[in-house]
């Protein structure tokens, strides 16, 4: 029943795709409740329908979409196709009148208390996509007279009384429960791709990404070699650094983190990872280790003082290293002698198996003097502070501002041809906020400011 249900839903709206929650048992059983005069694929449609025409003729929708997407209002042809791709990648959930025991079944991302309203006789359908995370649409169908009334609700999430919070008691989770929540939480973390040299003069690289630096003056790194689990014994990197305080850390860019990869396995003491993982080992100027050829940045490090952190599996030891020659590869030098990220093309380490790569749009550049007062956001419009369109970061980067715009840059602003349409339009408030939020996309913080302090005087 649900493939037929789908396939009349797709060919009478021309979607793509519908995905259901419940089982197949559970729409025949909603299925035999409807009044028989009326087949239940024609509920389904009428929820569709309903949810469709809202979304293409009400304010409230052009308003959800506009923000998420950046359409313009007036482009109502455009607001349908973006529902209509929404709805092919979201999902329906089906609540009859018993909707309290389908929503804790299913454990749905809202609960009884966030709908709108509660019913007795009306099917209730619940629409929900990635397209707009932060909403969820309701729609109310009589069930015994479909052209009688659809009430379409939607509502934005708001921040319950109860936390969203999991909380983990570590002293009664396993070593590896901790490490994975750890590693999944902490991250990105740069990856020190750490090349020593045994006491009998046998190299060896290994990666850890428990690993930053910690001063400049001296410059101190610090990396840890944590005990293995089932393994009591030393890893080869800490039984060197031990003998012969000296390391090389090299940095791990994308064009060798496979290689890399491959000296993250335990081969058997004394084996050669450049020979396993094809990397080349050049000579060092001031100590022993070998240098990675492939690294952009090579680091030849004295290991001052060695830390260890307990003696069960899962401990760690600290090996803190002073940095004493930098090797950084020209091609990712920018024209001020700078490393460039994206040049440099690094890779972080996430939890699992999962990394990342510091290059291209995952880069962003945030300008915020450190040595200047800004204003703060309790200097902030109230309504600003308030509005449903301004995000966090959208406010946060208003609250950066050395100082609040100027009575004649709010002036300036009003007169501008487009802002008086705004002006003198409904919501005017909320579109300005709308206008404000991308020009501060457009690191245009100053000419957003003005539009806000605006709507502040509204």
């Known amino acids: 029943m649900k493939e037929q249900i789908s396939h009349s839903i797709k060919a009478q709206f021309d979607l793509e795709g519908i995905n259901w929650v419940i089982e197949e048992k559970e729409v025949a059983a909603q299925a035999e409740w409807t009044n028989i005069e009326v087949p239940f694929e024609k509920v389904v449609a009428a929820a569709v329908q309903s949810l469709l025409y809202q979304m293409e003729s009400s304010e409230s929708p052009k308003d959800i979409l506009s923000l998420t997407k950046d359409l313009d209002l007036e482009d109502r042809a455009l607001m349908e196709k973006e529902l209509k791709l929404a709805l092919q990648k979201g999902s329906i959930y089906l609540f009859p009148s018993n909707y309290e025991e389908i929503i804790g079944q299913h454990q749905l991302p809202f609960s009884v208390e966030d709908l709108p309203r509660k019913v007795k006789q009306n099917w209730m359908f619940g629409f929900i996509t990635p397209e707009l995370p932060n909403w969820y649409f309701i729609v109310f169908v009589n069930r015994n007279d479909l052209q009688d009334t ?107 983190v496979r290689q890399m990869a491959i000296t993250n396995v335990s081969f058997p003491a004394g084996v050669n990872e450049f020979e396993k993982s094809g990397l080349t080992p050049i000579p060092s100027e001031v100590v022993k280790p070998f240098r990675i050829k492939e690294s952009p940045v090579q680091m030849e490090c004295k290991v001052q003082q060695i830390i260890p952190l307990g003696t069960e599996s899962g401990a760690g030891n600290l090996i803190l290293c002073e940095i004493i020659r930098m090797h950084v590869d020209k091609t990712v030098l920018d024209e001020r002698g700078r490393i460039n990220p994206h040049r440099l093309d690094l890779m972080g380490r996430l939890g699992s198996a999962y990394y990342v790569r510091a290059s291209g749009e995952s880069i962003h550049t945030i300008f915020q003097p450190k040595n200047k007062i800004c204003i703060g956001y ?42 008086k349409d705004i002006v003198k339009g409904a919501r005017a408030i909320d579109n300005l906020h709308r206008r404000a939020k991308k020009l501060l996309a457009s690191e245009k913080t100053k000419e957003a400011a003005a539009l806000v302090w605006l709507a502040a005087e509204m």
């Open 150 to 256: 659809y009430n379409t609700g939607f509502k934005k999430e708001g921040t319950k009384d109860h936390t969203t919070m999991e909380t983990y008691d570590l002293t009664q989770l396993s070593t590896g429960d901790i490490y994975h929540l750890m590693t999944g939480a902490i991250a990105p973390r740069p990856i020190a791709f750490a090349s020593t040299l045994s006491a009998a003069g046998v190299p060896n690289i290994a990666p850890y990404s428990y690993f930053n630096a910690f001063s400049s003056n001296p410059p101190i790194l610090v990396f840890s070699s944590n005990i293995q689990a089932g393994d009591p014994s030393k890893k080869d990197t800490l039984r060197n650094v031990e003998s012969t305080r000296e390391v090389v850390i090299n940095m791990v860019n994308y064009q060798i």
């Open 378 to 419: 309790e200097q902030l419009p109230e309504n600003a502070r308030r509005s449903h369109i301004l995000t966090g970061n959208d406010l946060g980067q208003l609250a950066g501002l050395l100082e609040p715009p100027s009575e004649e840059a709010i002036q300036n602003m009003a007169s501008k041809t487009y802002v």
